[in-house]
Structures are given as structure tokens and as C-alpha cells.
């Protein structure tokens, strides 16, 4: 596996918090399998996140209308974000954007 070395500055208090936890524990032999662990967890969460999916989805078809992309690629990208959706959550994710939406720009009345 290649690897890429990424430069990441913590806050000091942060830094302790993380070294006192490995220490502590002995779970992750080192800082960088740790925040290497937590970067998979998180994306992992995102991942599986409707409102990300959604998000995905609108960025993709925004993609889709500038490129040369088949109406195949189109539908091929299109049918594997499905299958990582749950119809219902994503329906619950979009009305609760819509709400959010419809408050910042109407006010809390609405």
C-alpha cells in the first residue's frame, strides 16, 4: 500500500488529550494509526450520513449537467448512490433541509 504524508497542526490541548488516551489505553501503537483510525470512523459515519448522500446526489447532477458524461456513466453513478440510500432517511434529511432552509431565509414563523 502507498502511503501520503499529510501535516496536520492539533491544538496543544488536543495533542495531550490523544497522547494521554494511547497512553492510557494501548490500543493504537502510535499518534498516527489513531488519527488514521478516526479519519476512517468519520468517513465511514459521512458515508452512510442521507444528508451527505443528498448532498452527493445535487453535486453530482450540478457535474452531470456541465460534463460529457453519457447518460449511462449518468445512470451507472446514479443507481450506486441509490443502493447506499435508505428512501426514507433521505426523505427525512431533505424535508429537514428544507425546514432549515425555509427558517434562515423566512425567518422562524414559517
Known amino acids: 500500500m502507498k502511503y501520503a504524508s499529510?501535516?496536520?497542526?492539533?491544538?496543544?490541548?488536543?495533542?495531550?488529550?490523544?497522547?494521554?488516551?494511547l497512553d492510557e489505553?494501548?490500543?493504537y501503537t502510535?499518534?498516527?494509526e489513531f488519527i488514521k483510525e478516526a479519519c476512517r470512523s468519520h468517513l465511514r459515519e459521512l458515508n452512510d450520513d442521507a444528508a451527505i448522500?443528498?448532498?452527493?446526489?445535487?453535486?453530482l447532477l450540478a457535474q452531470a449537467e456541465q460534463s460529457h458524461q453519457s447518460?449511462?456513466?449518468i445512470d451507472a453513478d446514479l443507481t450506486a448512490l441509490g443502493e447506499k440510500v435508505d428512501a426514507d432517511e433521505l426523505e427525512r434529511a431533505v424535508e429537514e433541509a428544507r425546514e432549515?432552509?425555509?427558517?434562515?431565509v423566512y425567518?422562524?414563523?414559517?
Open 107 to 110: 425567518g422562524s414563523d414559517s
Open 53 to 59: 448522500t443528498a448532498l452527493r446526489l445535487e453535486q
Open 6 to 21: 499529510v501535516s496536520v497542526k492539533f491544538p496543544v490541548e488536543l495533542d495531550t488529550e490523544i497522547e494521554r488516551f
Open 25 to 27: 489505553t494501548g490500543i
Open 30 to 32: 502510535n499518534k498516527s
Open 100 to 104: 432549515e432552509t425555509a427558517t434562515q
Open 71 to 73: 447518460d449511462t456513466e
